[in-house]
T-cell receptor
Framework: QKEVEQDPGPLSVPEGAIVSLNCTYS??????FMWYRQYSRKGPELLMYTYSSGNKEDGRFTAQVDKSSKYISLFIRDSQPSDSATYLC??????????FGTGTRLAVRP | GAVVSQHPSWVICKSGTSVKIECRSLDFQATTMFWYRQFPKQSLMLMATSNEGSKATYEQGVEKDKFLINHASLTLSTLTVTSAHPEDSSFYICSATATSMSRSSTDTQYFGPGTRLTVL
């Protein structure tokens, strides 16, 4: 069993839709959770960073963490074609090493 | 802030040659840099962790004599792929965490744009 599970997609939605991206994890030592966006042939870009259960909002993005269920989510409101990318969840315990999900490919149709 | 650059952005080389990839933190000092490789439609796989002034720590299965890492300063780390072969063709990405007076576990990694290596 992988430490971090993420549906690879692809996920296709119409412009304006609400997108829900999810990851589950098995390592209860993970304390810090991140979402990265990666465009094709580019490096990952940090979108959200959380370390406590609950919601964190930044513009159209909301990150949600449920440590009791070992489940994290990223919601994108009013999705735009420019949001089309691969979204990677990542997490770590107290050290520096990040563990990534496989990434979910998202396509937002105009 | 927190910009990481990589050079070159892409490189094509012949089998058996060596290739050096540079990773620089442009507006911050990076105590720790990481090197990843990513195959098409797959996630990032950590290759090694590099601390300034000390030897890199390699992940299991990564040949340290093939992937030479040097972290000579707080703003520069290099990855040299020695005697490259076609199976080394991949997307190599570095990341860096910023230095702070008191290192925090909340330090985040900032990624470079990646280097696409093609070995013929």
């Amino acid at each position: 069993q992988k430490e971090v599970e993420q549906d690879p997609g692809p996920l296709s939605v119409p412009e304006g839709a609400i997108v829900s991206l999810n990851c589950t994890y098995s390592n209860s030592a993970f304390q810090y959770f991140m979402w990265y966006r990666q465009y094709s042939r580019k490096g990952p870009e940090l979108l959200m960073y959380t370390y406590s259960s609950g919601n964190k909002e930044d513009g159209r993005f909301t990150a949600q963490v449920d440590k009791s269920s070992k489940y994290i989510s990223l919601f994108i409101r009013d999705s735009q074609p420019s949001d089309s990318a691969t979204y990677l969840c990542a997490m770590k315990s107290s050290g520096d090493k990040l563990t990534f999900g496989t990434g979910t490919r998202l396509a937002v149709r105009p | 802030g927190a910009v990481v650059s990589q050079h070159p952005s892409w490189v094509i080389c012949k089998s058996g040659t060596s290739v050096k990839i540079e990773c620089r933190s442009l507006d911050f000092q990076a105590t720790t840099m990481f090197w990843y490789r990513q195959f098409p439609k797959q996630s990032l796989m950590l290759m090694a962790t590099s601390n300034e002034g000390s030897k890199a720590t390699y992940e299991q299965g990564v040949e340290k004599d093939k992937f030479l890492i040097n972290h000579a300063s707080l703003t520069l780390s290099t990855l040299t792929v020695t005697s490259a072969h076609p199976e080394d063709s991949s997307f190599y990405i570095c990341s860096a965490t910023a230095t702070s007076m008191s290192r925090s576990s909340t330090d985040t990694q900032y990624f470079g744009p990646g280097t696409r290596l093609t070995v013929l």
